[in-house]
């Protein structure tokens, strides 16, 4: 066996349907990422391997993703739509370089794992020139069977042209496919377009190979990590297969899932050890929770750093750029952005918190907002050290409250408060005997009683 070190991957991109929106297919997002993303990410890297990225005309949108994702791809424009075959020949290119293997995937199967496509590329280390993706379906139509001879490929028949038998065959493809890479060119180069369609097919690649004298493989794995998305409802479905994986995944490694079904994560969330998640959270891109914390029902969290022993919600909201601090506490209804909590600080109710920062052991009120925005731009509130800032308090921004600083209840701080400075902002309150009954009545003179 030959040791095969260099790859070239290209990655189809383009788009076959839009499913009603106007965000490329490629970009819907399963747990919190694209579909693309999965893909490129579960692609070789390293060690010889160069991506090549067809994508469709006017699609900067997905040209900006494939470069923000791996910077290392080589991308290339399929003009006209003219089939699978002559998408892959887009990228003619990198593949006339002549890599021990081509590995041709699409970007809307974000289940595949980087562990099929290595096991695709095996046969290709023995006597193989071609090795193809197949699944069992638990319904084939419309799919193209994969018809073998013991454990060889002998050929792809599409369902329109499949003979009553060999529609009963279950095997079929998945369209992913490994070549040996010295051949690869000459083997693609000779699919013609002869179909109804007009158009070129891969799939006429493996009855090439084989009029070549040269042998093709299958290698099966699972229907679910094959899934193509060219629908909504094909969307939801291989979000809720990625969502049990990424749920085991987190229960695997310790996590205490109350109730798993109920809980959302994203595909990069990040968990320490002894971290509890009660029922109906949902956790989005960028998410890293530390050793010890417990997220509380019904909270939302989004590029987020979580300490270690913290405690969120229950119906918390944490925005981008939350950072909090081993100890800290976030009660029901807070929601932060762009705000670091350091080491104890508590923010238990009915708070909003934005662009600041906030040092370690403070207390926050129940119902101080943090008054960030001007309608023009946004502003820093800096908190000290052991400070208390009292219920129902607005910190209208740029503002400082010194360390241990006390801000009494229901003031509106618009001033620097210094170190352990005892702030109060109220107007003088004005009781006036009897005025509450000589409203009453003015009010009601004559005029008839209302019922409630």
């Known amino acids: 066996m030959t040791a095969r070190s260099s790859l070239t991957v290209v990655l189809a991109a383009g788009e076959g349907t839009r499913m009603r929106s106007s965000l490329p297919k490629v970009l819907h997002p399963v747990a ?21 990225v067809v994508i469709g005309p006017d699609h ?14 080589a991308t290339f424009v399929q003009r006209e739509r003219l089939g699978t075959a002559h998408a892959v020949l887009a990228a003619r290119e990198a593949i006339a370089r002549g ?19 290595e096991r695709l590329r095996a046969p290709l280390k023995k006597s193989a020139a071609l090795a193809v993706l197949g699944f069992h379906a638990a319904d084939p139509t419309g799919y193209g069977r994969l018809l073998v001879e013991g454990d060889r490929l002998m050929a792809i028949r599409e369902h329109a042209d ?22 690869a060119l000459e083997v693609l180069e000779k699919i013609g377009n002869t179909n109804s369609k007009g158009e070129y097919y891969l799939v006429d690649a493996v009855a090439i190979a084989r009029d070549m004298g040269l042998e093709a493989f299958v290698i099966e794995t699972s229907e679910d990590e094959v899934r193509g998305i060219n629908t909504k409802a094909q969307l939801a479905e291989a979000e809720n297969v990625m969502q049990a994986r990424l749920r085991k995944a987190a229960l695997d490694a310790g996590v205490t899932l109350i109730a798993p079904d109920t809980v959302f994560l994203a595909a990069d969330t990040k968990f320490g050890n002894d971290v509890t998640i009660e029922p109906f959270v949902v956790i989005g891109p960028g998410v890293t929770i530390a050793d010890g914390a417990v997220i509380h029902s ?40 762009a705000a670091t909590l350091e080491a104890g600080v508590k923010v238990n109710h009915l708070s909003y918190i934005g662009d600041t920062h906030i040092g370690a052991n403070t207390n926050i009120g129940a119902g101080t907002i943090t008054c960030n925005y001007d309608g023009f731009a946004k502003h820093q509130t800096t908190i000290g050290t052991g400070a208390f800032v ?11 409250i010194g360390n241990g600083a006390y801000i009494g209840s229901g003031s509106v701080i ?3 408060v210094p170190d352990d400075a005892l702030a109060v902002e109220r107007s003088p309150q004005n009781n006036r005997e009897g005025g509450a009954k000589r409203f009453r009545e003015m009010k009601t003179r004559n005029k008839p009683p209302q019922g409630k």
């Open 162 to 183: 499949a003979s009553p038998a060999e529609r009963k065959i279950t095997l079929c493809n998945a369209g992913v496919m490994a070549i040996e890479g010295r051949k």
């Open 99 to 117: 890599a021990d293997d081509l590995l041709v995937v699409f970007g809307d199967t974000p289940l595949i794992s980087s562990a099929t496509f």
């Open 60 to 73: 900067g949108s997905v040209a900006a993703e494939i470069a923000r994702i791996r910077p290392d791809a």
């Open 32 to 52: 919190g990422l694209p579909l693309l993303a999965h893909v490129l990410d579960a692609t070789p890297k390293g060690n010889g391997a160069a991506l090549a």
């Open 414 to 416: 618009t001033k620097d």
């Open 390 to 400: 009292g219920t129902n308090s607005s910190l209208v921004a740029p503002v400082k």
């Open 298 to 337: 019904f909270s939302h969290i989004v590029q987020s750093t979580i300490g270690k022993n913290t405690s969120v919600g229950p119906y918390a909201r944490l925005r981008p750029g939350t950072l909090l601090g081993e100890g800290a506490k976030i009660g029901n209804f807070v929601e932060t952005k």
